[in-house]
């Protein structure tokens, strides 16, 4: 490694206390910035509670499904066919809910069974269709790329095949909670929820630091983990805070009160609160960052993306790694499918459509490398709020749709570009 | 004396291409046996068929005198053979104590791996193989060629091998890196394990070897004992595939 100049010395050593990974601060920086360019230009409009609401819930479909593709490129595959599969698992639950249930079956239009029965089937439907690609890919051999570009095309029309080419609703009520704006904690669980992740970030910190000593390793000074458990806590806070200073239109209330029969008190207030949906998110990155950190299947996921020969002689049955990932990857549209399809309150037979380029566009701005190996899931969602956040802020300062997607394809190119770029300074080989 | 491993008349061919053929060599415990030849004379093939990499056509393979199949390198490694490949069979991405308990990680009594506990069980072998060794939390791409291997024999060292497969281990070293390798050879020779070297450097042979096989054209010129014969006597088994005409006493399985 070639020795750096001298006066960036102090500052590499200070991130080196902090252990904390600087690409993730780079992404964090140009997010930051982003957001401040945006907020300036439309008068205080980007950062408002409702704007960070509906980007969050606009950004969950893309990143649950980007988590899972972050561990197909780390397996050096790609998946082309996440928005088509999407959209699949969609028209299974579709009509499910809309046909087969409620008439064919016989348990009427709000049964309390229909919303998890439907939600099993798509997600089940994704699983096996996931496991299929990956069977294909890992023990027949056929490249990734080939399977999932036939599947691009095979399951969007096995979506337009089964729901008719309709568009399937009014959807089941407790369906529809899972959309977002639907289905929202309210101000007192969304704190509860937010201080439950707090205690889980401290405890995460202190484990881990726990762990270090007892085996006498070298360890962080106490300072850094205390900056960093005050930033964690500090990001979780603010977020529930901002959330639940969303509050609900009066209309809106005035409205339910009605239905319910009653009349709204005077002065009566609301907020929306924590999503259903971005806690599904929370919990995917959760576990997902679990898996791959601290489970052997994760472990083994890395280990075949960065020399599959090695994993192979190592033991690991790679062919069979390859089925897990895209079964899970299936599994994930499925799950993307419940919150996209609520969102939009109905099946439409676009759904998803161009979802596949930004999932992948999603993990590679998040840093995952498409040679194979590298990849987090913290990336990939960032990456996939970036997205979102460009998309939407355009939009809102007025900028013409086709220059939007140009802007999207330029950033995708340069994010890569500075990856690399950043890969050569660290000395690192991509 | 049974021999540690016997592998009996082991034929392999690609394409109609005999890359073994009919080829006999063993391995006692305690025994450093160097497996030589030119490029393409069979002797990476041959000894992949005793790592699970490949499988044979024909042949037997005898463990303690025990008829065995190796299927997979799972197999190998349920037979305690651990193999240290020339392309160092490591997953760069990952640090060094992820590539020692590659496949066979430690957990906690929940299941999931245990990095500190492996980290622990890393410095201390590395400890006793490469003292120098300091990048525990590097990617093993981080490291020079000298680690890396540290790694590699480390990875066989610590899960008790009895055979050992080193294929080149030293052409991608220095001078002392090699030195280090040739003092851990002798130190794992001298606990009673078995290891099949296979190597171009003549030197490195006569050094660190008790037993030579020479292979060419996929098939097996001979075995002598490296005390027995010259440089020359090796060279000429290699180049011309010919028994030395002094008459080492040809070595067969016991």
Redesign the interface.
């Known amino acids: 490694?070639s020795e750096p100049v001298q006066a960036a010395a102090p500052r590499r050593s200070l991130w080196q206390a902090l252990g904390v990974d600087s690409r993730l601060l780079g992404m964090i920086g140009a997010f930051v910035v982003l957001c401040l360019v945006f907020d300036v230009i439309t008068d205080g409009r980007f950062l408002t509670p409702r704007n960070i609401f509906n980007l969050s819930i606009q950004t969950v479909s893309v990143a649950i499904m980007a988590t899972g593709m972050v561990f197909v490129i780390v397996t050096r595959h790609i998946d082309l066919s996440v928005g088509a599969l999407l959209a699949t698992c969609s028209a299974v639950m579709g009509v499910m809910q809309v046909w087969v249930l409620p008439q064919s079956m016989g348990l009427g239009i709000g049964h309390p069974a229909i919303a998890p029965l439907a939600m099993a089937s798509g997600l089940l439907a994704g699983t096996v269709i996931g496991a299929f690609n990956g069977w294909l890919i890992g023990y027949q051999r056929i490249p990734a790329f080939i399977v999932t570009l036939g599947g691009l095309l095979i399951w969007r029309n096995v979506a337009w095949y089964l729901s008719d080419g309709q568009t399937l609703g009014p959807l089941d009520k407790t369906f529809v909670l899972f959309g977002g704006i639907e289905g929202t904690l309210g101000d007192t669980l969304s704190w509860a929820v937010g201080g439950l992740a707090c205690l889980g970030v401290l405890w995460a910190i202190w484990r881990a630091r726990a762990?270090?000593i007892?085996?006498d390793?070298p360890v962080k000074p106490l300072w850094a983990e205390a900056l960093i458990a005050t930033l964690g806590v500090g990001t979780i806070l603010g977020f529930v805070a901002i959330l639940n200073s969303y509050a609900v239109p009066a209309a809106r209330l005035r409205r339910e009160f009605r239905l319910r029969g009653e009349t709204m008190p005077e002065g009566y207030s609301e907020v929306f609160g924590l999503p259903i949906s971005v806690l599904m998110l929370i919990v995917v990155a959760v576990a997902m960052t679990?898996l791959a950190r601290?489970?052997?299947l994760?472990?083994?996921i890395?280990?075949?993306?960065?020399?599959p020969?090695?994993?192979?002689?190592?033991?690991?049955n790679t062919r069979m790694l390859t089925v897990k990932v895209f079964a899970l990857m299936g599994f994930l549209c499925g799950l993307s499918a419940i919150v996209a399809q609520a969102r939009l309150q109905n099946h439409t037979n676009d759904i998803g459509t161009l979802d596949e380029l930004r999932v992948i566009a999603a993990a590679v701005i998040g840093g995952t490398a498409l040679s194979g190996?590298?990849g987090t899931i913290y990336g990939a969602i960032l990456g996939a709020v970036i997205m979102q956040s460009l998309q939407s802020g355009m939009a809102m300062v007025g900028v013409d749709a086709p220059f939007q997607n140009i802007v999207v394809g330029l950033v995708l190119v340069l994010a890569v570009w500075i990856d690399i770029q950043y890969r050569k300074r660290t000395?690192?080989?991509s | 004396m049974t021999p540690l491993v016997e592998m009996r008349d082991i034929s392999i061919a690609f394409g109609g291409v005999k890359a073994v053929d009919h080829v006999t060599v063993d391995l006692f415990p305690g025994e450093v046996v160097g497996l030589l030849g030119h490029n393409g004379a069979g002797k990476s093939t041959l000894i992949k068929c005793l790592s699970g990499a490949y499988q044979m056509d024909s042949g037997q393979i005898f463990i303690n005198g025990d008829r065995v199949e190796i299927r997979n390198p799972r197999d190998a490694r349920a037979h305690n053979i651990e193999t240290i490949y020339q392309t160092l069979a490591l997953a760069d991405n990952l640090d060094a104590a992820s590539n020692l308990f590659l496949g066979r990680e430690l957990t906690t009594p929940l299941g999931f791996v245990d990095d500190a506990a492996m980290e622990a069980e890393t410095r201390r072998i590395m400890g006793r193989l490469n003292p120098n060794f300091a990048k525990f939390k590097a990617p093993v791409k981080a490291l020079s060629g000298g680690q890396r291997q540290s790694v590699a024999i480390a990875r066989a060292v610590y899960f008790n091998a009895r055979i050992l497969i080193m294929d080149e281990p030293t052409a991608a070293l220095g001078p002392q890196e090699t030195q280090m390798v040739a003092e851990l050879i002798q130190e794992l020779k001298a606990q009673g394990l078995g290891i099949f070297l296979i190597e171009h450097d003549i030197h490195n042979v006569m050094k660190l070897c008790d037993r030579a096989s020479v292979m060419k054209n996929g098939q097996l010129v001979g075995t002598v004992n490296v005390n027995a014969v010259t440089d020359e006597d090796i060279l000429g088994m290699i180049i011309l595939g010919k028994m030395p005409e002094t008459g080492a006493p040809k070595m067969e399985g016991a």
């Open positions: 490694m762990d270090r007892r085996h390793f679990i601290r489970t052997r994760g472990r083994y890395f280990a075949a993306g960065g020399n020969d090695a994993a192979e002689l190592s033991g690991i190996g590298v000395g690192e080989k």
